[in-house]
C-alpha cells in the first residue's frame, strides 16, 4: 500500500528518531484500519512511535458503541455520497472531508514522560497550536483537548491507551461547512435554522476564515510536524507501514469494511426519544433537546439554541459535551460543578435555570 512522502524541515537533529507518514486522502475504512495496525504495532512493539496525517473522503463516523439508526441522518448520506463507518474508539458521530485535516500520534507513553492523559493533550495540543502560530493564527490550547483562535475551535483532539500504546487523534479544521456536518448527523430541527447554523459558526473556525489563502497541506503537515518533533525532542523521519502493520492493517480491513462492523450496533430511531423545554430569561429565549436512553436512565446527547448572550461563546457547547451520556439523576451536580469550574457571563442565567430547563424537558420521562 503506498503511503505519500512528505518533505520534513526539522532544524535540530534530536535522538530518538520518530516516523512520520502521511497516508494521504482515503476511504473511511481504510483510515480505520489504519488506526488500529498502528496502534496494535506500536503496543506490540513492532512499529517505530509515529506522526500520521490523514485525510477522508466524505464520511460520517460513529463512536464505537453508537448505532447508525440513532446517530445519523441515513437518507441524506446516502443521497450525498457520505459514507458511513465506526470507529474503534468511543465517543460521539462526527462528519469527515477533505477539508479537514487529520493529524495522529502512535507512541510509547513513556516516551512522553507523562502518565496522565490530561497532561499529554494539554503538551500535544500546546505544541500543535505553537505550529498553527507559524501559519499565522493566534492558535492556543484549551483545556481540556481542544486548539482554539479567540474563543473559536479550530482542532479537536483526543486520546486513548492501549496498555502503554497511545494514540492521539487531531482535527485540523481547514474549511468548514456547517450545514452538511449538521445535516449529516441526526440533529432536532431548530437546529438547522438560520441562527443555529450561525451560532455553529460563531462556536467553530477553520484556516480558510482566518487567513486570505489556506496553506498548501505538505506546508502545513511540515510546520506540524516540527512542532510536535520541538516539543518531544526528536527528530523525524518520512517512512512507510512496515510488512507487520501492512498484515495487521490487512486483517483489520477485512473485518472494519463490512456492514456487520458498521450496523453491528443497531437500535431504532424511535429507541432514542428526544423532549424539548424553552424558557424566556431577561438575557433572552433558551431552548434545549434532550435526547435519552430511557432503560439506562441517561441523557444520550443536550443541545442549546436560542438567542442568550453567554460568555464565553463556547460555554453552551462546552457543557452539551460535557453532558453527553450523564445520567439523568447526576445532570444536576454536572451542569454545577460545569460553571463552577470556570466565569462565565449569562446575563443572569444561572446554572439553577440551566438545570430547571433540562428538568422541565425531562418531566414526563418516567424514573425506572
Not at 460521539?92 to 492523559?117: K, P
Not at 472494519?256 to 453491528?264: A, E, L, Q, T
Amino acid at each position: 500500500m503506498a503511503v505519500v512522502a512528505v518533505e520534513l524541515i526539522v532544524t535540530s537533529h534530536f535522538p530518538p528518531v520518530w516516523r512520520l507518514l502521511d497516508t494521504g486522502v482515503r476511504r473511511a475504512a481504510e483510515n480505520m484500519a489504519l488506526n488500529r495496525a498502528l496502534l496494535e504495532a506500536r503496543q506490540s512493539d513492532v512499529a517505530p512511535n509515529t506522526i500520521r496525517f490523514l485525510g477522508f473522503e466524505p464520511s460520517a463516523l460513529l463512536g464505537f458503541h453508537q448505532s447508525a439508526e440513532q446517530e445519523l441522518d441515513l437518507d441524506y448520506c446516502a443521497a450525498n455520497g457520505v459514507t458511513v463507518q465506526r470507529r474503534i474508539t468511543g465517543g460521539g458521530a462526527i462528519y469527515m472531508d477533505a477539508d479537514q485535516l487529520g493529524w495522529e500520534l502512535y507512541v510509547d507513553r513513556r516516551a512522553l514522560g507523562l502518565a496522565e492523559m490530561s497532561q499529554i493533550a494539554e503538551k500535544i495540543c500546546t505544541a500543535a497550536a505553537t505550529g498553527l502560530q507559524q501559519l499565522g493564527v493566534n492558535a492556543q490550547f484549551r483545556p481540556r483537548n481542544d486548539i482554539e483562535v479567540e474563543g473559536r475551535k479550530l482542532s479537536g483532539t483526543g486520546g486513548a491507551f492501549d496498555g502503554e500504546a497511545l494514540m492521539y487523534q487531531g482535527t485540523l479544521l481547514l474549511r468548514f461547512d456547517v450545514e452538511k456536518m449538521l445535516r449529516v448527523l441526526r440533529i432536532p430541527a431548530e437546529k438547522l435554522a438560520d441562527k443555529a447554523i450561525a451560532s455553529a459558526r460563531d462556536r467553530v473556525t477553520s484556516l480558510a476564515v482566518l487567513l486570505d489563502v489556506v496553506p498548501e497541506r505538505v506546508a502545513i503537515i511540515a510546520t506540524l510536524s516540527k512542532a510536535l518533533a520541538n516539543a518531544f525532542g526528536v527528530s523525524l523521519q518520512a517512512g512507510e507501514l512496515n510488512a507487520a502493520e501492512i498484515g495487521l492493517y490487512e486483517a483489520a480491513l477485512k473485518e472494519i469494511d463490512h456492514p456487520d462492523w458498521v450496523y453491528g450496533v443497531s437500535k431504532p430511531a424511535t429507541d432514542r426519544p428526544t423532549v424539548t423545554a424553552q424558557r424566556k430569561f431577561a438575557g433572552g429565549t433558551l431552548r434545549v433537546n434532550v435526547a435519552y436512553d430511557l432503560p439506562q436512565q441517561r441523557l444520550r446527547q443536550v443541545w442549546f439554541s436560542g438567542d442568550v448572550f453567554i460568555s464565553p461563546r463556547r460555554t453552551l457547547m462546552d457543557l452539551e459535551s460535557r453532558l453527553r451520556d450523564v445520567l439523568i439523576g447526576r445532570m444536576p451536580v454536572t451542569v454545577e460543578d460545569f460553571f463552577a469550574e470556570r466565569q462565565v457571563d449569562a446575563l443572569g442565567i444561572t446554572p439553577q435555570n440551566i438545570v430547571e430547563l433540562i428538568q422541565a424537558a425531562l418531566v414526563d420521562v418516567p424514573v425506572i
